[in-house]
């Protein structure tokens, strides 16, 4: 079931179709207040032939998919994980499990409201990861769905919460105006679609890069995290004494030498956060290498704190 609601919710495929989304996005703190904003543009014409611009105060960069390869020109900032996320809440919401082979799907229903939906949850024996959504565990992921078992409608992680809101279907594909996102001790964060249209092919994903467009900065999915050197976090002496455990997902980029810049936390628990910045600072990864070159690449990882008897 999830296999066929993955081909029916986002926009990626391969059928050649040509759209363009924009969608605005706020960080919002517990009271609502925004702490920041942002737009995010996509125009699609295949996956050779796509741009994506990201525009907020800390961060402005326009992608391009080409032939040739993927581009960037960034204006300026690093980019955060929110701009990473949205491409894939938005575009490509469902992703099955990476070894769900050597685990096993059971299926629930969750109340929301005056709202039933009906829930699938994938379990693993084992530690794995499923990009930022993931927790090492036997829970790794549950999405839910409205009655008709192909609309998604909430995706839930032990660190990450989405819900999809306004689900409307385009070109034959469920999508979603608006979606909220909890992350433990962290902002929330609002994503609405304020534009959806089907451009002409000759249209979408047109503009070429400019001369001073540098290959694009690689995102490592978490299968393919190396580190070199490993350790053990340090435990925050209160969080021991209280016998507390919890997990901080932290996304950094990986310079070309392997060592570890532009960190930030994406969820945790705030007693867990200081340490787990320190420990991931400490870490040595093995250079990415494209086409045989070192490059930067950025990484989502989990970093967990598990509880000792005393």
């Known amino acids: 079931m999830l296999q066929f609601a993955e081909q029916q919710n986002g926009l990626h495929d391969l059928n050649g179709t040509s759209w363009h989304v924009r969608a605005s996005w706020q960080l919002l703190d517990p009271k609502g207040k925004p702490e920041k904003q942002g737009t995010w543009e996509e125009w699609w014409a295949g996956p050779h032939q796509w741009e994506v611009i990201h525009d907020s105060p800390d961060f402005e960069q326009t992608d391009w998919s080409t032939p040739r390869g993927r581009f960037e020109l960034n204006v300026h900032g690093s980019r955060a994980w929110i701009d990473a996320f949205i491409d894939e809440v938005i575009v490509h ?8 082979d050597a685990g096993q799907f059971t299926a629930g229903l969750l109340r ?12 693993h024996a084992t530690p794995t990861l499923r990009g930022v959504l993931t927790s090492r565990g036997m829970r790794t992921s549950e999405d839910c769905f409205d009655a008709g078992m192909s609309d998604l409608r909430m995706e839930i992680g032990s660190l990450v919460q989405v819900t999809l809101n306004s689900i409307v279907k385009f070109q034959g594909r469920y999508l979603a105006r608006e979606i909220h996102i909890e992350r433990i001790g962290m902002p929330t964060i609002d994503i609405r679609l304020d534009a959806i249209d089907e451009p002409a092919p000759a249209q979408a994903g047109q503009t070429d890069p400019p001369p001073q467009a540098t290959p694009a900065l690689i995102t490592l999915p978490p299968e393919s995290q190396n580190p070199n050197s490993f350790s053990q976090p340090h435990y ?5 004494r209280l016998r507390l455990s919890g997990t901080v997902a932290v ?3 990986i310079g070309k030498d392997g060592t570890v810049s532009h960190l930030e936390v994406i969820a945790c628990p705030t007693i867990f956060q200081q340490a787990a910045l320190d420990y991931v600072k400490t870490l040595r990864f093995k250079p990415v290498l494209l086409r045989g070159i070192p490059v930067e690449a950025n990484i989502t990882t989990l970093i967990n704190f598990m509880s000792m008897p005393g």
């Open 93 to 100: 919401p469902i992703r099955i499990p990476p070894a769900a």
């Open 112 to 123: 929301k409201g005056k709202v039933t939906l009906h829930c699938v949850t994938f379990h």
């Open 251 to 253: 996304w950094a980029t």
């Open 236 to 240: 925050p002496p209160t969080a021991y």
